[in-house]
């Protein structure tokens, strides 16, 4: 079983920078690792995602060159530097791990952590 907890949550000013991080316990070496966002009274939508190996990384287009998806496997850590931050980002956001899929389809992730808030205001 995968434990996922996410940090680095909290309130920035337009512009500003923040970045998150996953710890998990039981180990992400081979695991699949993505980063999804859910902002009040909309669906939880994908955000990045970065193959086990860290070789590959998609992200979605709103934040593509903006944010950076990065893991640290002997840390089973993954991290999420997000700059340039836009008042639309503001939003709950997780970290989800699978042991085959990579990419952007929520419901292929089977471990989920309970997230960390972003607020950017204007």
């Known amino acids: 079983q995968v434990q996922l907890v996410e940090s680095g949550g909290g309130s920035v000013q337009t512009g500003g920078s923040l970045t998150l991080s996953c710890a998990a316990a039981?180990?992400?070496?081979?695991?699949?690792m993505g980063w999804f966002r859910q902002a009040p009274g909309k669906e939880r939508e994908f955000v990045a995602a970065i193959a086990w190996t860290g070789a590959s990384t998609e992200y979605a287009p709103s934040v593509q060159g903006r944010f950076k998806i990065t893991r640290d496997n002997y840390k089973s850590t993954m991290s999420l530097q997000m700059n340039s931050l836009k008042p639309e980002d503001t939003a709950v956001y997780l970290c989800?791990?699978?042991?085959?899929?990579?990419?952007?389809?929520?419901?292929?992730?089977?471990?989920w952590g309970q997230g960390t808030q972003v607020t950017v205001s204007s």
């Open positions: 039981g180990g992400i070496s081979s695991l699949a």
């Open positions: 989800a791990a699978d042991r085959t899929y990579y990419g952007e389809v929520q419901s292929a992730y089977d471990y």
